[in-house]
């Protein structure tokens, strides 16, 4: 999936005062690309991604997707199966089922895409030996660590074989060799299966790998020399 941005903006109307998150951004992004986005934290990094992965609306601005497709004129339920079946999401707050397993969260957004019973269970299964949570299929999120539950969280994104997967910070509350494993899923993800992967981080050990990094500051996105 190839991704650009036309003058994209985002405000926040606060009543007596605006917010502006995103500020003009303009960016294209090719596939099989490992992107980092940095900056601190309120610098707009998790809105920018909320944009792109159409759960959210921009106030201003294009959002094209493979060139063509200009999303501001998708209707709602276009946008959803697009989320559903071309872009997988690791959330900040990793959003697991506290009721379901691990193998019930991965199969879930398969469910959704109304795929058959036994491919769901076949395709979940590989997909947490992947992560090297083959030992953990039938444990809640309660019952694991904090770096379980993020590889979870990357086999579920991974679930509908997406062209675009977008991260929000999937090593902020990870000790240092758990992030390290987690940065080297991430990167042989984009370059194995040939993916794109957009990451917001802190997490200067990501912008090492990263093919492409981007620094966000104050809504603006600038495009920093390798």
Same mark, same amino acid.
Request: aromatic content about 4%; overall charge neutral; cysteine-free.
């Given at each position: 999936?190839?991704?650009?941005?036309?003058?994209?903006?985002?405000?926040?109307?606060?009543?007596?005062?605006?917010?502006?998150?995103?500020?003009?951004?303009?960016?294209?992004?090719?596939?099989?690309?490992?992107?980092?986005?940095?900056?601190?934290?309120?610098?707009?990094?998790?809105?920018?991604?909320?944009?792109?992965?159409?759960?959210?609306?921009?106030?201003?601005?294009?959002?094209?997707?493979?060139?063509?497709?200009?999303?501001?004129?998708?209707?709602?339920?276009?946008?959803?199966?697009?989320?559903?079946?071309?872009?997988?999401?690791?959330?900040?707050?990793?959003?697991?089922?506290?009721?379901?397993?691990?193998?019930?969260?991965?199969?879930?957004?398969?469910?959704?895409? +109304?795929?058959?019973?036994? !491919?769901?269970?076949?395709?979940? $299964?590989? =997909? %947490?030996?992947?992560?090297?949570? @083959?030992? *953990?299929?039938?444990?809640?999120?309660?019952?694991?660590?904090?770096?379980?539950?993020?590889?979870?969280?990357?086999?579920?994104?991974?679930?509908?074989?997406?062209?675009?997967?977008?991260?929000?910070?999937?090593? +902020?509350?990870?000790?240092? !060799?758990?992030?390290?494993?987690? $940065?080297? =899923? %991430?990167?042989?993800?984009?370059? @194995?299966? *040939?993916?794109?992967?957009?990451?917001?981080?802190?997490?200067?050990?990501?912008?090492?790998?990263?093919?492409?990094?981007?620094?966000?500051?104050?809504?603006?996105?600038?495009?920093?020399?390798?």
């Amino acid at each position: 999936m190839r991704i650009k941005t036309v003058d994209l903006t985002k405000i926040y109307d606060l009543g007596s005062s605006k917010i502006i998150a995103v500020d003009k951004v303009n960016f294209e992004i090719s596939g099989n690309q490992f992107v980092a986005i940095v900056g601190p934290t309120g610098s707009g990094k998790t809105t920018l991604l909320n944009l792109i992965g159409l759960n959210d609306y921009q106030t201003s601005g294009k959002i094209f997707i493979d060139d063509a497709v200009d999303v501001s004129f998708l209707s709602d339920e276009e946008r959803k199966k697009i989320r559903l079946l071309r872009i997988g999401f690791i959330f900040q707050t990793l959003n697991l089922l506290p009721t379901l397993t691990a193998l019930e969260n991965v199969e879930l957004p398969m469910a959704l895409a +109304g795929k058959p019973q036994k !491919e769901q269970r076949e395709n979940a $299964i590989k =997909l %947490l030996e992947v992560v090297g949570l @083959s030992g *953990r299929l039938h444990h809640r999120p309660k019952e694991m660590s904090m770096g379980e539950m993020q590889r979870v969280a990357i086999a579920r994104a991974l679930a509908n074989n997406p062209e675009l997967v977008i991260a929000d910070e999937p090593t +902020g509350e990870l000790d240092s !060799e758990t992030a390290k494993e987690i $940065i080297d =899923l %991430l990167y042989n993800i984009s370059k @194995s299966k *040939r993916r794109t992967v957009i990451v917001a981080t802190h997490d200067e050990k990501i912008v090492d790998v990263a093919d492409v990094v981007y620094v966000m500051r104050d809504g603006k996105l600038n495009k920093k020399d390798m």
